[in-house]
């Protein structure tokens, strides 16, 4: 402490202001924005939000593709991977010939249209059987789909026309005892199918306008997809996009609707009290007892899927009905604290009603802890969706969402692993970023709760 | 002690009527027809069988009977798998989930603790970095991803050692056990480190740890005895949601795992819409899970007296 001088004491001058603030007054908001800017992980959290809306919202218009549309050249394609095809004459059926060199081998080169593999009998075969793998065949000797049987040593060629797409097969032909069991002797063989598509099916998928504008011979692009294609061949990013729209809309609309409930709920538990408090709160506490994942899925059937519908609505009331209790619980408690404070005896003293102690005091300040709330149950429900969709129970399949597309994904995860690796590490992003702004929301606006490190 | 245990207990019974009847209620609401799945039937053997489960009887009856079979522990019979009952199921299974579960549970708390002590003694250091950096992957990171990122991973490691380390699927010996229990286990683990580590950086500040260093006692029997006992009270009251989190969460690891588990069964009997099945098992881990949570307020009691006055 100074001691006081004289200096403390001297009169003001006219037009002098008697008190001079040391910083500008800030409203509450302002005062939590500001917390929230220096606080460089939320506001990381906050860019990576904005730039998941932008992803769903305005990603449709920038990149046009129909997220249902097949395209059957390129299915479980990769991003960036060779998109070229040559075009050829139309599939001819073969009339096997002289074939030059030894052993197992290619006919004719390999492509997307056929495989043609003629061989010379191998030794004591009584037979021989063709089998493909898309992986090396190792000493364990998994060598993959058996594609054709041969009994007896007369025919010695196959053309193989299941399903080839673009890439390495690793063929393995195993010649048979004359019992039919599988002897030791075997021929490999490396093959590398290319692209290849005809005229009319350049015209037909829309790759060229008309037949006149290229010829056999002549290499096109199939059409670009950024990030590659689904199992069913449909393009990967458009599907990304409307399967945010999906995740995101019951992600951030469920927790929307159930704490407005439950600010409804338990500001009226708070405020009424006595006997309806003590009813209305054990009703909540029952709630709060379900097994949450079980009635999620027990609901999603009560409430059923018909034909042709995509179940977001089913889910988003399940979720409703499910995760309300929380909210209610958190806002009672805050407005019992409020109901205690002095301002409110004051506006009460000075004649204000009912609903404007409600609206006007004790509502707005709940905001804070209410926001909090909804910022962290956002992550909580995409991971339920995400959970639920997963082991089927949650959207109906043509509908996409990252879920679902997991889902999907998982099925083909050694071969294809883009499948599952979008729809998953978008998840995590979107779960990562609210659960990082929820803690900067938490810091900013909570004075309570904040982190006492 | 045994009034507030008795207190609980009734609890817990309207509580489990209450899932009970939630159940009931939710199945007799679903569109369709259990008995229009399969085969078509005449309207006289239609009537025969439903007569046979009950399904003639008005709701009302239904909901009597179901109860007082319930209170008998009768689950009864399933619909798809003739005969069977649902009690067989549930024995059949549970014991695996349970399994699965305790061993989850386990690596859950040993590593939340753990990690969660090791970040507040370290705390802002490199250790307490890369250890929130997992915990937040372990929370972003849904476990059907972690389950099949870590069974590539396995595949992968085994491949290249050539020898199997550790199966990649399947169920029998412990070795099945280790890999789906830590991801089963690894969102709780992630969740236990975070609250540890702030109960601890309490416990840390605290008056009385202070005074223990004044004292002059060795800075491993304060850990041992002051921060861990003391922060670790916190971490037990949330372990009986997060068996709850963590028997729940078993569906998926099971299903990726193919591990013949409840959970696993219970999405089939879902998927078949077998109603009784169906209704047993979310009454039977209904009841289960609001057990746990009793048990565990329980010895929270005998932990921490203060619990017990509220």
């Known amino acids: ?453 | 002690m045994w009034s507030f245990i008795l207190k609980r207990l009734v609890q817990g019974v309207i509580t489990v009527w209450f899932i009970a009847t939630a159940t009931f209620f939710a199945m007799h609401n679903v569109p369709g027809d259990p008995l229009l799945n399969d085969r078509a039937m005449t309207p006289a053997i239609r009537a025969n069988v439903e007569a046979k489960y009950g399904l003639d009887k008005p709701l009302g009856e239904q909901y009597v009977i179901y109860l007082s079979n319930l209170v008998r522990g009768d689950f009864g019979i399933s619909f798809t798998q003739e005969n069977r009952e649902v009690n067989d199921i549930i024995r059949e299974h549970f014991p695996v989930s349970a399994t699965l579960g305790i061993l989850a549970v386990l690596f859950a708390a040993a590593g939340g603790v753990l990690w969660g002590a090791l970040t507040a003694l370290y705390r802002n250091r490199l250790p307490d970095y890369l250890i929130m950096f997992f915990v937040i992957l372990g929370i972003s990171v849904p476990s059907f991803v972690v389950a099949a990122v870590s069974q590539l991973g396995l595949v992968g490691v085994n491949s290249s050692l050539g020898i199997t380390l550790l199966p990649v699927a399947g169920w029998g010996t412990l070795s099945h056990m280790l890999l789906p229990a830590l991801v089963l286990g690894l969102g709780t683990m992630a969740y236990l480190t975070r609250l540890m580590r702030s109960s601890m950086l309490e416990v840390i500040g605290s008056d009385y740890v202070r005074t223990a260093k004044a004292k002059g006692l060795p800075a491993a029997r304060i850990f041992s005895r002051h921060q861990l006992r003391n922060a670790i009270l916190p971490v037990i009251t949330v372990l009986g949601p997060s068996i709850a989190a963590i028997t729940t969460g078993g569906f998926v690891v099971e299903l990726v795992f193919a591990i013949p588990g409840l959970g696993r069964y219970f999405v089939q009997a879902v998927q078949q819409l077998d109603y009784t099945v169906i209704m047993g098992t979310t009454v039977f881990y209904g009841a289960f899970l609001v057990f746990m949570v009793i048990v565990v307020d329980v010895l929270y009691g005998f932990i921490d007296p203060r619990v017990r006055m509220k």
């Open chain 1, 1 to 453: 402490m100074m001691s006081s001088s004289d200096l403390d004491f001297s009169p003001l001058g006219i037009g002098e202001s008697a008190q001079q603030l040391s910083r500008p007054s800030l409203s509450y908001w302002q005062d939590a924005w500001l917390r929230l800017k220096a606080n460089r992980r939320a506001l990381f959290s906050l860019v990576l939000v904005i730039a998941l809306l932008l992803f769903t919202l305005v990603g449709p218009w920038l990149w046009r593709a129909d997220p249902a549309v097949q395209d059957l050249d390129q299915i479980s394609q990769p991003p960036g991977v060779d998109r070229s095809a040559l075009i050829v004459e139309p599939y001819q059926p073969w009339s096997v010939g002289e074939v030059a060199g030894s052993g197992l081998r290619l006919a004719e080169p390999a492509t997307t249209q056929a495989v043609r593999l003629v061989w010379e009998a191998l030794p004591d075969a009584h037979g021989h059987r063709v089998y493909r793998n898309l992986f090396p065949v190792g000493p364990e000797r998994a060598y993959g789909i058996p594609r054709a049987e041969f009994f007896d040593n007369s025919t010695l060629s196959f053309e193989d026309r299941l399903d080839i797409k673009p890439g390495t097969y690793y063929y393995t032909l195993v010649a048979l005892n004359a019992d039919g069991s599988l002897s030791e002797q075997t021929a490999a063989l490396t093959v590398n199918a290319q692209r290849v598509t005809t005229l009319a099916e350049a015209v037909e998928r829309g790759l060229i306008a008309s037949q006149a504008d290229a010829q056999v011979g002549d290499a096109i692009e199939l059409t670009l997809h950024p990030l590659g294609t689904d199992y069913l061949g449909r393009d990967m990013l458009a599907r990304l996009m409307a399967g945010a729209r999906v995740s995101l809309f019951i992600g951030i609309g469920a927790p929307l609707c159930f704490v407005l409930f439950g600010v409804l709920f338990g500001s009226v538990a708070g405020f009424v009290g006595g006997k309806v408090d003590s009813v209305m709160m054990r009703f909540a506490d029952f709630v709060v007892a379900l097994p949450f994942l079980l009635f999620m899925i027990l609901f999603k059937i009560a409430f059923g899927i018909g034909p042709g519908e995509s179940g977001v609505l089913p889910m988003l009331v399940a979720l409703v009905l499910l995760m309300w209790p929380a909210t209610a619980r958190l806002v009672r408690g805050q407005i019992l604290q409020i109901r205690e404070q002095g301002y409110i005896s004051a506006s009460q003293l000075l004649g204000a009603k009912t609903h404007y102690l409600i609206l006007r005091h004790m509502l707005p300040n709940t905001l804070g802890v209410v926001l909090v709330t909804l910022t962290f149950a956002i992550p909580s429900a995409i991971f339920t969706e995400a959970f639920l969709s997963f082991i089927g129970m949650g959207v109906a399949p043509p509908t996409p969402s990252w879920g679902s597309m997991s889902n999907e994904g998982i099925k083909t995860m050694l071969t294809t692993p883009h499948e599952l690796i979008f729809p998953a590490v978008l998840i995590s992003i979107t779960v990562l970023a609210f659960n990082l702004l929820g803690d900067g929301l938490r810091d900013a606006l909570d004075a309570r709760m904040r982190n006492r490190e």
